[in-house]
């Protein structure tokens, strides 16, 4: 496999090694001792599946207490998936990073705990999976504004289609401090 490291220590883009031939093709999700190699050494303790249509945005979503680090791909079509740091104190506070995933190039992106998470759909419809760290837990649940101008997030599309819930975010620097996680 191939892991690409992003601007944000943690943030990795990760590309599977895939065999295919006429029949289709094969590919490891993950693998313990692989992904520990490469630095992924956390537990996985739920598999989430979501299907959306083109111009759905799910986030920015985080979780603290019980941050989740998040192992995320498109099992089919295509979206633009963002990380960014929310840990306080950390000196990337505030950056983002955006990678194309989709069910042709199969890349994987790993998004530690203590960072915001969300995606847009790129294509018709997309299939999307996620690996989470921890358990989801409703009353740790937060989020941050998918559009917050202090971000500076160049999503691909101009015609977005939010939940009533990811609309009502607020933007990263009003929300309190103790909401938030800690860089450590």
Same mark, same amino acid.
């Given at each position: 496999m191939n892991v690409i490291e992003t601007k944000l220590p943690g943030v990795?883009?990760?590309?599977?090694? @895939?065999?295919? =031939?006429? !029949?289709?093709?094969?590919?490891?999700?993950? $693998?313990?001792?692989?992904?520990?190699a490469i630095g992924i050494r956390e537990s996985f303790v739920?598999?989430?599946?979501?299907?959306?249509?083109?111009?759905?945005?799910?986030?920015?979503?985080?979780?603290?207490?019980?941050?989740?680090?998040?192992?995320?791909?498109?099992?089919?079509g295509e979206v633009f998936d @963002?990380?960014? =740091?929310? !840990?306080?104190?950390?000196?990337?506070?505030? $950056?983002w990073v955006g990678?194309?995933?989709?069910?042709d190039n199969h890349r994987q992106l790993w998004v530690p705990p203590g960072f915001a998470h969300g995606f847009c759909v790129t294509s018709e419809t997309a299939y999307f999976s996620y690996k989470c760290t921890d358990l989801y837990t409703p009353q740790a649940e937060g989020?941050?504004?998918?559009?917050?101008?202090?971000?500076?997030?160049?999503?691909?599309?101009?015609?977005?289609?939010?939940?009533?819930?990811?609309?009502?975010?607020a933007r990263l620097k009003d929300i309190p401090k103790s909401r938030l996680p800690r860089y450590e």
């Open positions: 990795l883009i990760i590309e599977p090694k @895939v065999f295919g =031939d006429a !029949r289709g093709y094969f590919f490891e999700t993950w $693998q313990l001792t692989r992904y520990a739920q598999d989430n599946v979501s299907y959306s249509a083109c111009g759905v945005l799910r986030g920015l979503h985080y979780q603290n207490p019980n941050p989740q680090g998040k192992l995320v791909s498109v099992l089919q @963002v990380a960014v =740091d929310i !840990r306080v104190s950390s000196p990337t506070f505030g $950056q990678v194309n995933l989709s069910g989020g941050v504004m998918w559009n917050d101008p202090d971000l500076g997030i160049q999503w691909p599309l101009a015609d977005i289609i939010l939940s009533d819930k990811d609309r009502l975010y």
